[in-house]
């Protein structure tokens, strides 16, 4: 069954740093991995998708990587701004003993205060 | 194009009595996918359709739980008797099954409290 762990569970910054999450998976069989923004008590935005075939994708401020065989990913934000302050969730799809190529794994989630 | 749009946003309800959440997805999307969030948590995947054809469940969805996907466009998710170990976010997302990335778009939720 896979697994993902995102660390650290919350992380406090000051305005301006730049900084890195970390997302971790079991089963590395996958076919893509998602990052996902969570406002309180608002749906998930996406943010990247990473194709098992690629190593990184950027957006913007936001780098995200992709080591599949190691089964880990970064999602690094650079010049951190008060309105990042968020959760953020990574998914895998698939993974699950070759299982789905359609259902997203979720981790827990960080949750990120950037402090003005 | 809106975004997936789900309805209501909020409920509350007492406990034993049946609710129904509406998704819309993303009007080219022919996959839909219905996942449970509770507080501190990441959200669970529920069940998921391929047009009109609901092709996985999780054991996560209890015989009170039932979703529909009757003409492979909107969704409804409805819970029995409610208990209120339900009370969460239910979450609807959709993607597209063939040329694209098979990236998945969320709605703004459906928040369940059960009293």
């Known amino acids: 069954k896979q697994e993902v762990t995102q660390i650290p569970a919350a992380l406090s910054v000051p305005e301006g740093e730049n900084l890195v999450l970390n997302c971790s998976f079991t089963d590395s069989a996958i076919y893509n991995l998602q990052w996902f923004r969570q406002d309180p008590g608002k749906g998930l935005t996406s943010l990247l998708l990473i194709q098992s075939s690629q190593r990184e994708q950027t957006s913007g401020r936001l780098n995200a990587s992709l080591d599949k065989s190691s089964g880990r990913s970064t999602l690094y934000i650079a010049a951190s701004q008060p309105g990042d302050s968020a959760t953020y969730l990574c998914?895998?799809?698939?993974?699950?003993?070759?299982?789905?190529?359609?259902?997203?794994?979720f981790g827990k989630g960080t949750l990120l205060t950037v402090n003005p | 194009d809106t975004g997936v749009s789900q309805d209501p946003r909020h409920k509350i309800t007492k406990r034993g009595q049946n609710v129904t959440f509406r998704c819309d997805p993303i009007s080219e999307h022919n996959r839909l996918y219905w996942y449970r969030q509770t507080l501190g948590q990441g959200p669970e995947f529920l069940t998921y359709?391929?047009?009109?054809?609901?092709?996985?469940k999780s054991r996560l969805l209890s015989d009170r739980f039932s979703a529909e996907r009757p003409k492979g466009s909107f969704s409804t998710l409805e819970i029995q008797r409610t208990e209120q170990g339900d009370s969460a976010m239910y979450l609807c997302a959709s993607s597209f099954r063939g040329k694209g990335t098979g990236e998945l778009f969320f709605g703004e939720g459906s928040r369940l409290t059960v009293l």
């Open positions: 998914a895998v799809k698939g993974g699950n003993s070759g299982g789905s190529n359609y259902k997203l794994t």
């Open positions: 359709f391929q047009n009109e054809a609901q092709l996985e």
